[in-house]
């Protein structure tokens, strides 16, 4: 019992440590972030379902100021002012309206979360890998409220350059979505705000489906 108490006693520190560091790096991270006047990064989404043993991949990019944002895709268009979401489906001439949401909003808005309150999460850091010849910490988010509809999201992040690298978002239905960033581009043009505001005039006979009633 005595050897298990100092075998203990020896191993917490290194744990709290760990555990600091992750809070280091996500702040430094976050910190990064929000220093930008604006931020536009593209990239590739790879949907895997487990069941159907499918996969599939879609190319967007993200357009980023504040807490507002666009995003586009060959089939979506959405746009969020910080206070309202508009989600465009372009192939049926439809727009959903609602409430940006950062804790659920993982695909349409994938660093929300990180940019958000993280306390929603337990984070724990998972170590260093190797991708495409860059050194990258991985880091694992595993919501609190287990009603979320994914077990735990999977973030690796370039410390060197405080930067997100991918995203992993594990959906309890057993459909993964793996986000890939490219073309990371901060302080690029800043847009108007504008730009981040549906336009209904441009899509004639749209239909509009408000989900905030």
Known sequence: MRRIVVI?????????NSQ???????DKLSETVRSYKCLYFEYTMTIED???????MQDGKILMKGNKYRLSTKD????????TQWQYLKEDNEVMISLPDSTSDIVTNPLGFILGDRREF??????EVVEDGFNLLEIDFYPRNIKMPYSYIRVRIDDGRHKPYSIKYAGKDGVHYTIKIKNYTPDADIPDDGEFVFDASKHPDVETVDLRE
């Open 50 to 56: 487990r069941h159907l043993n499918t996969s599939e």
């Open 8 to 16: 203990s006693l020896i191993l917490l520190p290194f744990f709290a």
């Open 20 to 26: 600091k560091d992750v809070k280091e790096v996500l």
């Open 76 to 83: 979506t268009d959405i746009y969020c002012d910080g206070a």
């Open 122 to 127: 337990k984070q724990k850091l998972k170590g």
